[in-house]
């Protein structure tokens, strides 16, 4: 029985919450769908721009959102605030100037926070960010997928699986391979399982990574 469903989507409201909070009508839904998806990619393409060539690395954890009827907060979860700040003075004002222009919404206010997470490598998205540049150096994958479970493992989480899928080193046929280390219970709802799955663009073709943390058991 291959079902699988989201591990995030699976356990909201009991140890997971969403990442956007607001209340819409049915038939507004679908446009502040679209408002979130913009901000999101416009904060990513800005960190992008802006990063230091030589590290190649967003670093961002996730992004919350939450909306009221004058004012969207967006709280950037971000596990090297450095990055972000580092020889701008303005950074926080041009992001918020640029996701404002972007939104073109006259009547509410946008903030934006940064916070600072404390185990950046106890993070899907930020491990798959690693995974990917890893890959995009020409290391091996297995290579690639032992170095981001060890600077799991310093994290004290319980247990980690990593999986990537394509055309790994550029063979012909596309193929999965993963790799896990200590528990990873997909089938139980009370235990907190943080998921990503990411894609990244190597000359062979497109490669997809995903990557389950299991954080903690309530």
Known sequence: MGQKINPLGFRLGTTQSHHSFWFAQPKNFSAGLREDEKIRNCIKNYVQKNMRISSGFEGIAHIGIQKRIDLIQVIIH???????????????????????KELNSVNRRLNIAITRVEKPYGQPNILAEYIALQLKNRVSFRKAMKKAIELTEQTDTKGIQVQI?????????????????????????RAKIDHCSYTVRTIYGVLGIKIWIFVDEE
């Open 78 to 100: 971000i596990g090297f605030p450095n990055l972000l700040i580092e020889g701008r003075t303005r950074g926080i004002e041009e992001l918020q100037m640029n996701v404002q």
């Open 165 to 189: 899928a394509g055309r790994i080193d550029g063979k012909e046929i596309a193929r999965v391979e993963w790799i896990r280390e200590g528990r990873v219970p997909l089938q139980t709802i």
